[in-house]
């Protein structure tokens, strides 16, 4: 089993930032890739940024050049620095785990932490 757990949301001034965190704890040596997700009320999940366990990271398109996805294994937390924000980058933002065995094994989520943007 894995946990994870977000923190560093909150309220944030258009073209401000924020950085979130993620640790993980548990079996976390299972754990092949680690990404961001966000959603909006009446809109489904969506993926933001994603880092695989050997570095390579990618990036929605929506975010690309202002959010940065990055990992630290002895630390086991993965952040997510989000620069110039803009309203629409208000939602609940999701940290989650693939395990190596996906998806015979499902995805690990956390509980979710609130980014809104607003003047």
């Known amino acids: 089993q894995v946990q994870l757990v977000e923190s560093g949301g909150g309220l944030e001034q258009p073209g401000g930032s924020l950085r979130l965190s993620c640790v993980m704890s548990?079996?976390?040596?299972?754990?092949?890739?680690m990404a961001w997700y966000r959603q909006s009320p009446g809109k489904q999940r969506e993926l933001v940024a994603w880092?695989?366990?050997?570095?390579?990271?990618g990036y929605a398109d929506s975010v690309k050049g202002r959010f940065t996805i990055a990992r630290d294994n002895a630390k086991k937390t993965v952040w997510l620095q989000m620069n110039s924000l803009k309203p629409e980058d208000t939602a609940v933002y999701y940290c989650?785990?693939?395990?190596?065995?996906?998806?015979?094994?499902?995805?690990?989520w956390g509980q979710g932490t609130q980014v809104t943007v607003s003047s």
């Open positions: 880092i695989h366990k050997g570095g390579t990271e």
């Open positions: 989650n785990g693939r395990p190596s065995r996906w998806p015979v094994e499902s995805d690990y």
């Open positions: 548990g079996s976390i040596k299972d754990i092949i890739s």
